[in-house]
C-alpha cells in the first residue's frame, strides 16, 4: 500500500492542523493506522493508532485529549485533528499501515510509512 501524507505547515501554539494520510494500492480497509513523529535529533515516537474500521484507538499520553485520529475507509485516508498545538509538537508527521486488526504502537510492527509531512508550533 503506498501513503501521502499531507496537511502540515506552520502554526502558532495552541492552534490547530489537521493532517491526512491518502492510501492506494490494497485495500485500506485490511490495515490499522497509525501516526508517528520524529522530531529533529530524536527517534521516531508513536502518536496515535487506530484499528481497521475504526473501532479501537491508542494515544501517546503527550497527546492524549489534544489529538484525534479517524478514518474514512471509502475514501481511503486517515486523519489526524490536531488541537491546542504546543512547541514540542513540531515534528515530521508520519503515518502508517499494519496488517494487524487493532493497530500498535511499535514502529516495528508497521509495514507501509508515507513520506511525512512537516508540522511546525511557533512560541
Known amino acids: 500500500v503506498q501513503l501521502q501524507a499531507s496537511g502540515g505547515g506552520l502554526v502558532q501554539a495552541g492552534g490547530s492542523l489537521r493532517l491526512s494520510c491518502a492510501a492506494s494500492g490494497r485495500t485500506f480497509s485490511g490495515y490499522a493506522m497509525g501516526w508517528f513523529r520524529q522530531a529533529p535529533g530524536k527517534e521516531r515516537e508513536f502518536v496515535t493508532a487506530?484499528?481497521?474500521?475504526?473501532?479501537?484507538?491508542y494515544y501517546a499520553d503527550s497527546v492524549k485529549g489534544r489529538f484525534t485520529i479517524s478514518r474514512d475507509n471509502a475514501k481511503n485516508t486517515v486523519y489526524l485533528q490536531m488541537n491546542s498545538l504546543k512547541p514540542e509538537d513540531t515534528a515530521v508527521y508520519y503515518c502508517a499501515a499494519d496488517r494487524s486488526v487493532a493497530g500498535a504502537t511499535s514502529v516495528y510492527d508497521y509495514d507501509y510509512w508515507g513520506q511525512g509531512t512537516l508540522v511546525t508550533v511557533s512560541s
Open positions: 487506530i484499528s481497521r474500521y475504526g473501532a479501537t484507538t
